[in-house]
């Protein structure tokens, strides 16, 4: 098929040409097919991302096609040069040995990548932390070599997948996107309790990014409540120590929406007898506790000598 090509292509090319024929038919080949890929690859484009559900996965299937497609341009042009199917194979298999020995570690990056595409850890746009380093960002690009994340400080970071497969990574864009946060706080003991609880409920179900009602969210095999709900969790040394637990609509702004907590809690507790605890020291002298020599005008007490003699207390 190919010597007719080359043929019919002589026919028609002045004899001048005819000597560089096979490197034109070659160079056609090869344009040709790696546009005609590109062409390919833009066309069906919309029904893989209709039909798969993972962008990143798509776009790999259509990068692996348009691969496949110049590979067989290759054995083509190798074709129309001469070389037979066997030696082409022959040399294919041993440089592809050798490129497996030299390129070990890319592999294994390609295999990882594979197995991240294939788990499905984390799509393009998603929210994602890195648990070791404690760096947020959003994923913008994945492929078979490297994770690349815009974080949240502006800046990219690109992880290769062989390290980013083996490290734990928090996803708050899977599935349902609301997230629940906690804070914690103590109220003193003179604060009525149960005003208290009422007061902190009501004052976050007014904050817009939190979720302030509506039936239970479930987690695994439970369901807990979508309202913000106040426990108590334990009766300190200085107070009565309370957890408050709600969610958010958006995992975008956690630290805003937290912040956003606090304040509306500290107008809440100004405008009502609610005091927050706070470490205070109350220091006791009674008959026990000794004698301390106190003098504002620079004079000795008359019991100062006592404070030589030993302690005669029962112990």
Do not use: C
Not at 62 to 90: C, D, H, K, Q, W
Not at 171 to 192: A, G, H, I, K
Not at 291 to 306: E, I, K, N, Y
Request: aromatic share 10%.
């Amino acid at each position: 098929m190919f010597r007719l090509l080359q043929d019919a292509f002589s026919q028609f090319v002045p004899a001048v040409v005819g000597p560089w024929t096979p490197l034109v038919v070659a160079f056609v080949i090869l344009v040709g097919s790696w546009y005609g890929a590109k062409l390919a690859a833009r066309l069906i484009r919309p029904q893989f991302v209709n039909h798969i559900p993972r962008v990143s996965v798509a776009e790999t299937l259509l990068s692996v096609l348009r691969a496949f497609v110049m590979v067989i341009a290759l054995f083509t042009v190798a074709n129309v040069l001469g070389y037979e199917p066997e030696n082409v194979l022959l040399s294919v298999t041993v440089l592809t040995a050798a490129i497996a020995y030299i390129l070990a570690p890319l592999l294994g990056s390609l295999i990882n990548g594979l197995f991240v595409l294939v788990n499905r850890p984390y799509e393009v746009g998603d929210l994602i932390e890195l648990e070791d380093t404690d760096q947020m960002g959003y994923i913008r690009e994945i492929t078979l070599r490297y994770t690349k994340i815009h974080t949240l400080e502006n800046t990219t970071l690109v992880i290769p997948n062989d390290s980013i497969h083996s490290r734990d990574v928090i996803n708050y864009s899977e599935d349902d996107e609301r997230s629940w946060l906690s804070v914690e706080f103590t109220v003193t003991y003179e604060s009525d309790l149960e005003a208290t609880i009422k007061t902190i409920e009501t004052a976050v179900s007014n904050i817009d990014a939190v979720v302030d009602g509506g039936p239970s969210i479930r987690m695994g095999g439970n369901r807990y409540p979508a309202s913000p709900t106040a426990f108590v969790t334990a009766f300190g040394d200085r107070g009565t120590e309370i957890e408050l637990r709600f969610w958010v609509f958006e995992p975008y702004h956690l630290i805003g929406v937290r912040s956003k907590v606090f304040r509306v809690l500290d107008a809440a507790f100004a405008d009502s007898e609610i005091s927050l605890a706070y470490p205070r020291t109350h220091h006791v002298f009674d008959e026990t506790s000794g004698q301390a020599t106190v003098s504002f005008d620079g004079s000795t007490p008359p019991w100062a000598d006592l404070a030589g003699r030993a302690d005669r207390r029962p112990q």
